[in-house]
């Protein structure tokens, strides 16, 4: 979020901290949704006003569909606007377990002008069945403050330092297979991404937690048609052998996610019996690569940035060969 527009939002806080006489409810209401809504679209909701005659005990819904690394959650908000200035007690917040119940909410915000008596706070306490938050100006303006200005320029140029870096991990790993030893599994993350982005594959690295079991999607075009491909890499600095389980668990991912196919990647190789789980069908929808997979795909790399690599018609010959 830039500057200008968080320096947007707390004056907004400071005029509802004011308390004008001439403030009604109904005004306040559409200044707090006009504070509120640009901080749920930044974490990825959808937010609709409820009808004003019978909005069953909630001002506004928000809905967050479901992403790579997150589930769905629908968010139900009741703002509490008070000239008298006061403090929220235990009979709002059971109104808004029960609106929010009632509604099948996952998570529900109180959002008030004044403050929370302790009486209400302790009602979080309880074991409830979804997420209750009381937020109250002060809260408010701490959740504005941790959002982080943007700067598209800068973000560039990390990843392009990224990208550089990536480039001389992989022509170092062409030169030596030694190196792999030397790099963090997150290096050899991006260098495969890199690898694969200069091979001439649409490219996707995933965030380096919660990438809900791959960490790099892969398309291309096999005979007219857009395939997709996950790849997961795993670098243990223990030097581990990946066993029969975490095989299972990417497969999972591959049928979960309709994926086309995938290709397992262990710098220091597979347990004898990891493959033992895993039907012959099965098997045609993985491929599996160790060290030497991933300096081959680095000497391609190489030879394709040089200008003395062509493609082959099919993408997929790259992705596959010398694998097991």
């Known amino acids: 979020m830039k500057?200008?527009?968080k320096d947007e939002l707390l004056e907004k806080i400071d005029y509802l901290a004011s308390a004008?006489?001439?403030l009604s409810p109904f005004a306040a209401?559409?200044?707090f949704i006009n504070i509120l809504k640009p901080l749920l679209i930044e974490d990825g909701y959808e937010v609709s006003e409820t009808a004003k005659v019978s909005d069953g005990g909630l001002d506004f819904i928000a809905t967050r569909p479901s992403t790579e690394t997150l589930a769905s959650q629908k968010l139900g908000i009741e703002f509490k606007y008070y000239r008298s200035g006061q403090a929220v007690g235990t009979q709002q917040v059971r109104a808004l377990v029960g609106a929010a119940i009632f509604n099948q909410i996952d998570r529900a915000i109180l959002l008030v002008n004044t403050q929370f008596t302790k009486a209400a706070r302790e009602i979080l306490r309880y074991e409830l069945p979804l997420q209750i938050e009381l937020i109250d100006l002060d809260a408010l303006?701490?959740?504005i403050s941790r959002l982080e200005f943007d700067n598209e320029e800068l973000i560039s140029e990390v990843k392009q330092i990224l990208k550089v870096c990536s480039q001389q991990f992989a022509l170092l790993i062409a030169k030596n297979p030694n190196i792999l030893e030397e790099l963090e599994w997150r290096d050899i993350e991006r260098t495969i991404a890199e690898i694969f982005d200069g091979l001439g594959?649409?490219?996707t690295l995933t965030p380096s937690s919660k990438d809900g079991g791959k960490d790099v999607i892969l398309k291309c075009l096999v005979q007219g048609c857009c395939q997709n491909y996950i790849v997961e890499i795993k670098h243990w600095r223990s030097r581990s052998r990946v066993?029969?389980?975490d095989l299972r668990d990417f497969l999972n991912v591959i049928i979960r996610e309709s994926r086309d196919g995938g290709l397992f990647?262990?710098?220091?190789g597979f347990c004898d019996n990891a493959f033992e789980q895993l039907t012959e069908i099965e098997r045609?929808?993985?491929r599996f690569g160790e060290q030497e997979k991933i300096v081959a795909l680095s000497r391609t790399y190489i030879k394709a940035k040089s200008g003395i690599w062509s493609p082959p018609e099919q993408l997929t010959e790259v992705l596959f060969e010398d694998t097991f």
């Open 3 to 5: 500057k200008e527009h």
């Open 20 to 22: 004008d006489p001439t």
């Open 29 to 31: 209401e559409d200044v």
């Open 141 to 143: 303006r701490a959740w």
């Open 201 to 203: 594959f649409d490219v």
């Open 243 to 245: 066993g029969g389980g």
């Open 265 to 268: 990647l262990s710098t220091y």
């Open 284 to 286: 045609q929808r993985l």
